[in-house]
């Protein structure tokens, strides 16, 4: 499986489920050969993963999680972007559309500089489960805007939850050894088609073909972020912040956190 450095030590926090990760942890803590974290291993081996790994609920369903989040992380600027003076014409018009796009951009990338270091400390699971919560949110917010700065805060809530969708890489990495990455990351690449590819296509279809107009591509985004939740929260059990830390407290690591 891969492994991060932290610190200048390689460590790997890779698990999909509670049930392997529980047999992680008791499995050979004082082998030299892995890593701990607060004294337990969190690391398999290619050759150590449980027969039926990559046909389980856990594998298949977050896969399926971090397929659907990147299809709306990417949607949420591609869908929105080519389509800007349609919407300012329908809620407008304001001088500020154009910071429809612009603040999904500043605020991903702002957001994207934590994301890694934060879920190694806190865990991942609620950050990414919470990501696509946060997509649900602010794609609700948009398709009900009546003017473009509601349509402004709506963005930045999705360019918020973008950055965790975009970070998919992080958990691809420990649920799927190097031998299969490649694969992996083509799979995910599948999903940003129609909502980075053909985006510009699918916007002015619905414009066009639609009676939702504008607003129906927002509906989409609810369906996809409430899809990728879903998925989150029932199939994605990595090791937790109690898990890594064990009594350690989390008010130490967020005064800590720079």
């Known amino acids: 499986m891969v492994y991060g450095d932290h610190g200048g030590r390689r460590k790997d926090y890779s698990r999909y489920g509670r049930h392997y990760a529980s047999r992680a942890q008791h499995s050979d803590e004082s082998s030299d050969e892995h890593e701990a974290i607060g004294g337990r291993r969190f690391?398999?081996?290619?050759?150590?993963?449980?027969?039926?790994?990559?046909?389980?609920?856990?594998?298949?369903g977050t896969m399926l999680a971090i397929g659907l989040g990147l299809a709306g992380g990417s949607a949420g600027f591609g869908f929105a972007a080519p389509i800007l003076t349609t919407i300012n014409n329908d809620i407008g018009p304001s001088p500020n559309i154009t910071w429809v796009a612009l603040v999904y951009t500043l605020t991903s990338s702002v957001t994207l500089t934590i994301i890694g270091r934060a879920s190694d400390i806190f865990g991942r699971r609620w950050m990414f489960t919470g990501?696509?919560?946060?997509?649900?949110?602010?794609?609700?917010?948009?398709?009900?805007?009546?003017?473009?700065?509601?349509?402004?805060?709506?963005?930045?809530?999705?360019?918020?939850?973008?950055?965790?969708?975009?970070?998919?890489?992080?958990?691809?990495?420990?649920?799927?050894?190097?031998?299969?990455?490649?694969?992996?990351?083509?799979?995910?690449?599948?999903?940003?088609?129609?909502?980075?590819?053909?985006?510009?296509?699918?916007?002015?279809?619905f414009i066009q073909h639609t009676s939702t107009g504008w607003r129906g591509l927002f509906y989409v985004l609810i369906a996809v972020n409430s899809a990728s939740f879903l998925c989150w929260f029932f199939f994605y059990h990595p090791p937790t912040f109690h898990m890594k830390h064990q009594n350690e407290r989390m008010v130490k690591y967020l005064k800590q956190f720079d």
């Open 43 to 60: 690391d398999v081996d290619e050759a150590e993963l449980p027969p039926g790994y990559f046909k389980s609920r856990f594998f298949l």
């Open 131 to 205: 990501g696509s919560l946060l997509g649900v949110i602010g794609a609700i917010v948009c398709a009900t805007a009546h003017n473009v700065n509601t349509l402004i805060g709506g963005m930045t809530i999705i360019g918020i939850a973008a950055a965790t969708h975009l970070s998919y890489y992080y958990v691809m990495g420990e649920l799927v050894p190097m031998k299969y990455r490649f694969t992996g990351n083509a799979y995910v690449y599948l999903w940003q088609f129609p909502s980075s590819a053909f985006a510009p296509v699918v916007s002015n279809s």
